[in-house]
């Protein structure tokens, strides 16, 4: 991107919610199921059919509205947004138009340049649509209705993120509250967290906004960043040879790493929104609305403070290990195990961040339990394993559902700290590698640094590298 430009980017945030039924019907919300088994006469709209709604829904719209710094409207309803698709049976999907559950909210994010605040301009409840799934063979479509009228919320943002890194923090943190309020499951996979992505560009030092364009439906980190990289260059492309951008709503695909077209403003669609009739409007007391603020669970901020002023860790740290609640869990299971919570936070850190990444594992899917992580610095500090021992059973941890115990008995990686044994390695080693002493003696120490790899080698990292350290320079000074 050249450096005259800048990305203007804002996002419409779905996700559904972990409610047991569906927003306007008593059917399961689970994911997956055969074909058209969590269905209903209600979701999929025969006529007749009359919603009513999930309070559950109310509750959960609230508390991420809450969570997000939100206004919450005492007064709100439900409308009609009509538009055909296959998988919409009711040819229109119950949304809010003017009259949102939740608006003006904001939340914070990290960016190189320190914290940023990007605005939340609504967040209102609705109704998944169902799914199709196009035949193989040629021969059409199927719809299945299980996901038709499992609630969503969306969260709207302002126009407010000015690069692909931001908007990606942005989508971190926004799952990572839905996460620790228990209002979603955030599996971008499943479709349970997924955003439509708008960009537009203009020069720098300019005030009003370029013409955005708006790529629809994605669900994973890597390809909202790339789209968005993307994105901004054709459309700086197009200007810069005098062109204009056409709004439009695009298809990010992922194998090619190009945008194109679904449909542009030509067709934009008027969704004639009106009141839903057989729905009554929503009304929320003050008391309901506090209610719910009180039962918020620590958010990510305050635990922030909390692990600087408790646990006297950076800040940094405290940053990461906050940033998901799975991590945040971990931590605090494993350091009240252990009671050393620089060491746990530096296992999270660094090896276990660097696990995930490899794996390409989201914190969740973690397989062991905090607990386990505990042990496995207890073992290290007690001197039972080495911390290089140690890297191979978090390795192994991520393997197999063992404890670490149980890891090191199997594999036999218990530390040699028995002082007859290490003198046997040391003695070995040095009548191995006469030139060494020589070297010792001829003042080169790094000649020590060698023996003692050479004796971790022989013993397959096993030997107590302090206890080695400590006899070899008595040999060596004798
Ligand atoms: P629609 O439903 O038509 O997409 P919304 O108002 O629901 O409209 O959403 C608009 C989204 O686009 C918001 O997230 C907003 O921040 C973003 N947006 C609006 N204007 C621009 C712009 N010029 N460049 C980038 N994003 C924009
Ligand atoms: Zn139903
Ligand atoms: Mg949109």
């Known amino acids: 991107m050249t450096t005259d430009y800048e990305m203007v980017i804002g996002l419409e945030v779905h996700s559904e919610l972990s409610t047991k039924t569906k927003i306007f019907c008593s059917c399961p919300t689970e994911f997956g199921g055969e074909p058209n088994t969590h269905c209903c006469p209600v979701c999929m709209a025969m006529p007749g059919a009359l919603p009513v709604l999930n ?7 609230v508390k991420a509205g809450l969570a997000m710094n939100c206004e919450i409207a005492e007064n709100s309803k439900n409308d009609r947004k009509n538009y055909f698709y296959p998988d919409l049976p009711k040819s229109y999907q119950i949304s809010q138009f003017d009259m949102p559950l939740c608006k003006k909210g904001k939340v914070e994010i990290q960016t190189e340049q320190g914290k ?8 209102h409840i609705e109704e998944d649509a169902g799914k199709l799934n196009h035949s193989e063979f040629g021969g059409g479509s199927l719809v299945d209705l299980n996901r038709a009228g499992v609630p969503l919320i969306e969260i709207v943002s302002e126009p407010d993120m000015r ?15 839905l996460e620790y309020i228990e209002v979603s499951d955030c599996k971008m996979q499943e479709g349970s967290l997924r955003a439509d992505v708008n960009v537009s560009v203009r020069k720098k030092g300019e005030t009003k906004f370029g013409t955005r364009t708006e790529m629809k439906n994605m669900n994973s ?4 960043v790339r789209a968005i990289e993307y994105e901004a260059n054709r459309q700086i492309e197009i200007l810069e040879e005098g062109g204009k951008i056409e709004q439009e709503t695009l298809r990010w695909d992922d194998v090619s790493g190009k945008t194109f077209s679904m449909r542009d403003k030509e067709d934009a669609q008027d969704y004639r929104y009106f009141p839903e009739p057989d729905l009554v409007p929503i009304h929320l007391s003050k008391e309901y609305i506090q209610q719910i603020k009180e039962s918020l669970p620590e958010m990510p901020e305050s635990r922030k403070e909390r692990y600087i ?22 931590f605090e299971g494993a350091e009240k195990i252990c009671k050393n919570a620089k060491a746990v936070s530096n296992w999270i850190m660094s090896d276990i961040t660097r696990i995930l990444n490899e794996k390409e594992l989201e ?3 973690i397989p062991f339990k905090a607990e386990d992580l505990g042990n496995l610095v207890i073992l290290i500090d007690k001197g039972t394993i080495s911390s290089k021992i140690a890297k191979q059973v978090l390795e192994e941890m991520f393997e197999n559902p063992k404890t670490p115990e149980e890891i090191i008995k ?4 218990i530390q040699i700290s028995d002082e007859g044994q290490i003198k046997q390695v040391v003695e070995k080693i040095l009548q191995a590698n006469p030139q060494s002493i020589a070297d010792y003696k001829a003042g080169r120490d790094r000649a020590l640094g060698f023996l003692v790899g050479q004796a971790m080698k022989e013993t397959k990292g096993k030997a107590n590298p302090q206890m080695l350290n400590k006899m070899f320079l008595e040999k060596l000074k004798k």
Do not use: C, Q
């Open 221 to 224: 980190f890597r390809s909202i």
């Open 55 to 61: 309070e559950k829904v109310i509750e959960y719209a």
């Open 363 to 365: 914190p969740e899917n």
């Open 116 to 123: 940023k605040t990007i605005g939340i301009t609504r967040i």
């Open 163 to 177: 690069s692909s890194k931001e908007a990606e923090e942005y989508l971190k943190k926004v799952k990572s509250i």
């Open 410 to 413: 199997e594999k036999g990686l």
């Open 309 to 330: 002023k408790d646990f006297g860790l950076p800040e940094y740290d405290s940053n990461i290990l906050t940033s998901s609640k799975y991590l945040s869990i971990l």
